[in-house]
């Protein structure tokens, strides 16, 4: 079973609209998670952490359910910049400090 | 604010060549990491590094591939006889090591092995 797993897409979706990515992970010890986005050809960019209580900033809102083992990632009035693969990636402090990838998501925000 | 740094940005060499790449990861960092992409394919892990050795690597780090902290600043991958198959973007990342806190990515050198 994968370590992370995200829907790849892709999502186009209209200007304004909200969007909703999801992602499961499925080591329970896995301690601290993140979203970040990447353009095409570019570098994974941190977007946002991810805390137990939830957080947000801006139009991004970001849930963790530890229960679940799962994490989201919600854009609200989505603008044509925020057309990217976001990554969904999971972190593991105790065991060497590993980050884990999902496979990403890819979202076409579209006039 | 501080950033991660590598060179080149582009690096194109003959299939069986050694082709060394550079990183300057953030100064008060102590983790480093080596990822690989191919063109349309996900991020994949190659080698993490922690207190001058290897913390973990994956099933891709094979014999071709080394790291190396050279001088306490700089981090480089090598790859020793290059394939086609070697053809991605290389990202360096670094992170401090210290609970929550993410990784720091440089923007990467593109590989090319013709």
């Known amino acids: 079973r994968k370590e992370v797993e995200q829907d790849p897409g892709p999502f186009n979706v209209p200007e304004g609209a909200t969007v909703a990515f999801n992602c499961t992970y499925s080591?329970?010890?896995?301690?601290?998670f993140f979203w970040y986005r990447q353009d095409c050809r570019k570098e994974p960019k941190l977007l946002m952490s991810?805390?137990?209580s939830g957080n947000e900033d801006g139009r991004f809102t970001a849930q963790l359910n530890r229960a679940s083992q799962y994490i989201s990632l919600l854009i609200r009035d989505s603008k044509l910049s925020d057309s990217a693969t976001y990554l969904c990636?999971?972190?593991?402090?105790?065991?060497?400090?590993?980050?884990?990838f999902g496979t990403g998501t890819s979202l076409t925000v579209i006039p | 604010e501080p950033e991660v740094t590598q060179t080149p940005s582009h690096q194109v060499t003959q299939m069986g060549q050694e082709v060394i790449l550079r990183c300057v990861p953030i100064?008060?960092?102590?983790?480093f990491y080596w990822y690989r992409q191919i063109l349309g394919q996900k991020v994949e892990f190659l080698v993490s590094?922690?207190?001058?050795?290897?913390?973990?690597k994956s099933e891709i780090f094979d014999d071709q591939f080394s790291v190396e902290r050279p001088d306490g600043s700089n981090f480089t991958l090598k790859i020793r006889s290059t394939k086609l198959e070697d053809s991605a973007m290389y990202f360096c990342?670094?992170?401090?090591?210290?609970?929550?806190?993410?990784?720091?990515f440089g923007d990467g050198t593109r590989l090319s092995i013709l």
């Open positions: 990636v999971v972190n593991r402090f105790n065991t060497g400090n590993q980050f884990y």
């Open positions: 590094f922690y207190n001058n050795e290897i913390s973990e």
């Open positions: 080591n329970s010890a896995s301690q601290s």
């Open positions: 990342a670094s992170s401090e090591g210290s609970r929550n806190q993410p990784q720091h």
């Open positions: 100064s008060n960092h102590l983790y």
């Open positions: 991810v805390y137990s």
